[in-house]
Each structure stands twice: as C-alpha cells, then as structure tokens.
C-alpha cells in the first residue's frame, strides 16, 4: 500500500509524517525531494531563484524516478506500506504553476503524461488542505515556492486535480491543531488499512460495487 502525503509549503504534513513515523514502526518512511544526489541537485535548483521551471521538472523527475527504482517498489514488493511526504501530486501542482507563463500548451497535463509510463498511482492520498496565506506565513518563506501568490497557483493545480474524482483522495482540514490533524491523519489511515486487510481475508462478493473496489488494491488502477 503506498500513501502520499500532499499539501502547500507550511501546511503541516512534515509534522504529521514524523507523528505517523513514530506510531507506525513498521511502515516505510520517505519524501520527496528525496536525501539522494538527485534529491540534492533539486536542493540547488530550489535554491535558485533564476532556475529554469522546465529543467527544475525534470531534475524532479529524475529523483521522481530514482526514488521509485531504489527504495518505493522494492519496499511494496516487499509487502511493506510506504508513507511519503510529497509524491507526485507535488510535480504536477507545483511545476504547472512555475510553468503556467512557459511555452507549453498545457504544464498540467504535460506533466501527469511524463508520470504515467512508469510511476506508480499511491492508494491513498492524504490533502492538508490550508489557505495559501496561512500556509505562506507558517512556512516563513524559506525557498521560491512559499510565497503567498504562488502558493495561489499552487492550490489552483492541487485543486483541478482532485476535483476531476481521484478517488484515492482524503482532505484534512490542516487550520487545526497539530494533534487534531496527526490524529485525523491516522483515523484516516487505519480504515484504509482495515479495509485492506479485510480483502486480504478473502472476502470477495460479486456484487459488482466491491468488485471494482477489490481491482482496484489488488491492480493498481491508475489514477494520476
Ligand atoms: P519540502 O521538502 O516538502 O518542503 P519543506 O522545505 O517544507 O520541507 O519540498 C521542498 C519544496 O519543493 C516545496 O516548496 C515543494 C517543492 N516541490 C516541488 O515543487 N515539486 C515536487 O515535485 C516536490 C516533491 C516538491
């Protein structure tokens, strides 16, 4: 089971993923950008304000792809559930908003199309949803991205792309107070798991509503 954390800088999901890290031992903890040498050279370009939007995509993308190979299928192969805090739900936000003014025609889908050959859709995705002012004021402005009109756009792309029924999508109401969020974080995960351990048991009605619940954990439907 693979579950993306997603939400604007300084929205509070880093927290949440340490709460998470310490109640589920067991579980596969990572992020994006990653601690590897791609992971770093998407540090420098985030670090720099004159970075070129299409090459910063695309050094995301190689730490998307990375990251992906090393440690996320290996893990699920494993059986493992992995928790990563930002996924690729971040690209397609935060890289359409930095390429809206760009020569492509369309960033937004231009971007889920250079996902959907070879990354893996997550299970669950888990949306702190905060308002852009809060959220740029709570991050401190500590790269580019925290500003408060970008993390405008930012909602903007985050918004088109849940509301086209991505059912793998929870919203938290990530305003409230960091116990409140961690523990509705959790709640939210634990049916998740239930639900998964139940059609591990076996349990397969042909009713056809939970036919296609069932194909979608065990095949994976893509839905990025
Ligand atoms: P992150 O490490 O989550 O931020 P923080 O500094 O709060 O720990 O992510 C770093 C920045 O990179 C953040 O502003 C979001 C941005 N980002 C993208 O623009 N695209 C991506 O694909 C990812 C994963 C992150």
């Given amino acids: 089971m693979l579950i ?30 990653t601690h590897s040498w791609y992971g770093d050279a998407v540090s420098r370009s985030l670090n720099n304000d004159n970075a070129d939007p299409l090459a910063e995509l695309f050094l995301f993308m190689a730490d998307h792809a990375d990251h992906l190979h090393r440690r996320i299928i290996p893990a699920l192969n494993q059986g493992k559930t992995v928790i990563s805090d930002r996924y690729s739900d971040s690209r397609i ?20 199309s250079l996902h959907r050959p070879f990354s893996y859709s ?21 790269n580019k991205f925290e500003r408060t009109d970008y993390l405008r756009l930012v909602e903007a792309q985050y918004e088109r792309l849940f509301s086209a029924g991505t059912r793998r999508v929870t919203r938290i109401d990530a305003t409230q ?21 139940w059609f ?15 194909q979608r954990i065990l095949f994976r439907r893509w839905d990025i």
Avoid at 93 to 112: D, G, H, K, M, T
Avoid at 202 to 214: E, K, M, N, V
């Fill in 200 to 214: 591990d048991w076996g349990h397969w009605p042909s009713y056809a509503g939970l036919f296609r619940i069932r």
């Fill in 93 to 112: 936000a935060y890289q359409s908003a930095a390429l809206a003014e760009s020569r492509l025609e369309n960033p937004f889908e231009y971007i889920r």
């Fill in 122 to 142: 997550p299970d669950l995705t888990i949306y702190f949803s905060i308002d852009p002012e809060t959220a740029a004021e709570r991050a401190g402005a500590t």
């Fill in 4 to 33: 993306t954390l997603e939400g604007l800088d300084g929205s509070g999901k880093t927290t949440a993923w340490e709460h998470l890290r310490d109640r589920y031992t067991e579980y596969c903890f990572t992020r994006e950008p």
């Fill in 177 to 197: 107070p960091k116990t409140a969020v961690a523990n509705q974080v959790s709640e939210r995960i634990d049916a998740a798991m239930s639900w998964t351990a």
